[in-house]
């Protein structure tokens, strides 16, 4: 019987699945039976449930008029996109490849918007072919676009992604503010503008992205009010109305011990404040929010199983079939500073106590395939399956999978 109250204990404290007995459970499933499912480990598992949840909890803390789109490149799995797309109101790709799966997965294609910093000719094509909209990030792309508009006989849709004049402070990862490749700086955006103008596109608004995994609710506040009195002021020099505010997302969950959940309820009300005086100075305007990590990252697990348990010198090691080629994210190479565990279990074990500090590790030759290290644990042995929370945004996508030949990993949305 699935006991639905019980949480796992403290050394997962972070996630919102549930225990069975000995077991974690996804999906519904005790883990030992969704491995048997599955046929073999590593393999990631999304739970549709926990999405659902997650999107459900977002909708109920902003305003109904604010937008949420999925930024895919967080996690690019075909039936996990096709999951989210009906459940939210847009999605953002990073490339021709992302819009494939995004088109693929049912996506309105008027929903659809496209960012980064190198676009191809044939990316910018196939963009306008499709319908959707390009955040423009450089003078370089109008040409191209306005080419393709011509070349085709359709409408080249844009929007104007703004490297802003500020910075998303304590966010894990800066991507606006100061010199940087994403966007263009605010104080060359009216002459991109006029460019847009001059080349006849298809105006229809702008995109602002500070900065991702951020914990802190004020400073995200903060960046939305800024990047919103950016765009009034930038709005000015437009060549047609705002139809779409993209004020990016940068929504961080937490992975390490000591790390607070973000606090929604203060971006929700101060959403709803902006989307009233937008109603006001942009009355055409949609405010957008675009999430990656938030959305996805805490409803996946990535599973692999023990191989063999090693003692050197005293320590423990845990050999896994599992490791940074599947989860470069969890070894700590994509992005940290300083590396930290990732909240790590035994998925086998999950009512045993953590009786000693072991590290995990996988088969790769190279000390930087650790999963955990010197970790609290239950004892484990091999056939035991070790469990990685908070893996659902950049995990498989994001790993050099290639690397030491070992088998490409599985996934699954349960
Ligand atoms: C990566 C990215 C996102 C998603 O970031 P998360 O931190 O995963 O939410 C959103 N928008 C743009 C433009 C991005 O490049």
Same mark, same amino acid.
């Given at each position: 019987?699935?006991?639905?109250?019980?949480?796992?204990?403290?050394?997962?404290?972070?996630?919102? =699945?549930?225990?069975?007995?000995?077991? @974690?459970?996804?999906?519904?499933?005790?883990?030992?039976?969704?491995?048997?499912? %599955?046929?073999?480990?590593?393999?990631?598992?999304?739970?549709?449930?926990?999405?659902?949840?997650?999107?459900?909890?977002?909708?109920?803390?902003?305003?109904?008029?604010?937008?949420?789109?999925?930024?895919?490149?967080?996690?690019?799995?075909?039936?996990?996109?096709?999951?989210? $797309?009906?459940?939210?109101?847009?999605?953002? %790709?990073?490339?021709?490849?992302?819009?494939?799966?995004?088109?693929?997965?049912?996506?309105?294609?008027?929903?659809?918007?496209?960012?980064?910093?190198?676009?191809?000719?044939?990316?910018?094509?196939? $963009?306008?072919?499709?319908?959707?909209?390009?955040?423009?990030?450089?003078?370089? &792309?109008?040409?191209?676009? $306005?080419?393709?508009?011509?070349? @085709?006989?359709?409408?080249?849709?844009?929007?104007?992604?703004?490297?802003?004049?500020?910075?998303?402070?304590?966010?894990?990862?800066?991507?606006?503010?100061?010199?940087?490749?994403?966007?263009?700086?605010?104080?060359?955006?009216?002459?991109?503008?006029?460019?847009?103008?001059?080349?006849?596109?298809? =105006?229809?608004?702008?995109?602002?992205?500070?900065?991702?995994?951020?914990?802190?609710? &004020?400073?995200?506040?903060?960046?939305?009010?800024?990047?919103?009195?950016?765009?009034?002021?930038?709005?000015?020099?437009?060549?047609?109305? %705002?139809?779409?505010?993209? @004020?990016?997302?940068?929504?961080?969950?937490?992975?390490?011990?000591?790390?607070?959940?973000?606090?929604?309820?203060?971006?929700?009300?101060?959403?709803?404040?902006?989307?009233?005086?937008?109603?006001?100075?942009?009355?055409?305007?949609?405010?957008?929010?675009?999430?990656?990590?938030?959305?996805?990252?805490?409803?996946?697990?990535?599973?692999?199983?023990? @191989?063999?348990?090693?003692?050197?010198?005293?320590?423990?090691?845990?050999?896994?079939?599992?490791?940074?080629?599947?989860?470069?994210?969890?070894?700590?190479?994509?992005?940290?500073?300083?590396?930290?565990?990732?909240?790590?279990?035994?998925?086998?074990?999950?009512?045993?106590?953590?009786?000693?500090?072991?590290?995990? %590790?996988?088969?790769?030759?190279?000390?930087?395939?650790?999963?955990?290290?010197?970790?609290?644990?239950?004892?484990?042995?091999?056939?035991?399956?070790?469990?990685?929370?908070?893996?659902?945004?950049?995990?498989?996508?994001?790993?050099?999978?290639?690397?030491?030949?070992?088998?490409?990993?599985?996934?699954?949305?349960?």
């Amino acid at each position: 019987m699935t006991d639905t109250t019980r949480q796992p204990p403290a050394h997962a404290p972070m996630t919102g =699945f549930t225990v069975d007995g000995n077991e @974690l459970v996804v999906g519904g499933l005790p883990l030992s039976r969704l491995a048997a499912r %599955v046929g073999r480990t590593p393999f990631y598992a999304y739970d549709r449930g926990l999405l659902d949840a997650r999107i459900a909890e977002l909708r109920a803390a902003l305003p109904p008029a604010v937008k949420l789109h999925y930024a895919m490149k967080a996690n690019p799995m075909a039936a996990l996109v096709a999951h989210i $797309a009906q459940r939210v109101d847009g999605i953002d %790709v990073a490339s021709g490849g992302e819009l494939k799966v995004a088109l693929d997965a049912g996506a309105d294609p008027h929903e659809i918007s496209f960012a980064g910093p190198g676009k191809s000719e044939a990316e910018l094509r196939q $963009a306008v072919a499709a319908g959707i909209m390009v955040n423009v990030e450089s003078f370089r &792309e109008v040409p191209v676009l $306005a080419a393709a508009s011509q070349a @085709l006989g359709l409408p080249a849709r844009v929007s104007v992604r703004v490297n802003p004049d500020f910075e998303l402070k304590s966010s894990g990862m800066k991507m606006g503010g100061g010199p940087k490749p994403f966007g263009v700086d605010a104080e060359e955006v009216p002459r991109l503008l006029a460019a847009i103008g001059a080349a006849g596109l298809a =105006f229809e608004g702008f995109h602002l992205f500070a900065g991702s995994q951020n914990l802190r609710a &004020e400073a995200i506040v903060e960046a939305q009010r800024k990047s919103f009195e950016l765009a009034l002021r930038l709005a000015e020099h437009a060549p047609a109305p %705002v139809a779409f505010l993209n @004020l990016g997302g940068g929504f961080g969950i937490p992975y390490f011990p000591g790390e607070r959940r973000l606090d929604l309820a203060p971006i929700g009300a101060h959403l709803a404040a902006l989307v009233d005086e937008a109603a006001s100075h942009l009355p055409q305007a949609q405010i957008v929010l675009e999430l990656g990590r938030y959305l996805v990252g805490e409803a996946g697990v990535y599973v692999c199983r023990v @191989l063999d348990r090693k003692v050197s010198r005293g320590h423990t090691f845990l050999v896994t079939d599992g490791g940074l080629h599947h989860h470069l994210s969890a070894s700590g190479n994509f992005g940290q500073v300083i590396r930290k565990n990732y909240p790590v279990a035994i998925g086998t074990r999950m009512d045993a106590a953590d009786t000693e500090s072991v590290t995990v %590790v996988g088969p790769l030759c190279t000390p930087l395939d650790l999963l955990a290290e010197r970790m609290a644990l239950p004892a484990a042995a091999p056939g035991d399956l070790v469990v990685v929370f908070q893996s659902g945004a950049y995990g498989a996508s994001a790993s050099p999978q290639a690397f030491l030949g070992h088998p490409a990993v599985t996934e699954v949305l349960v």
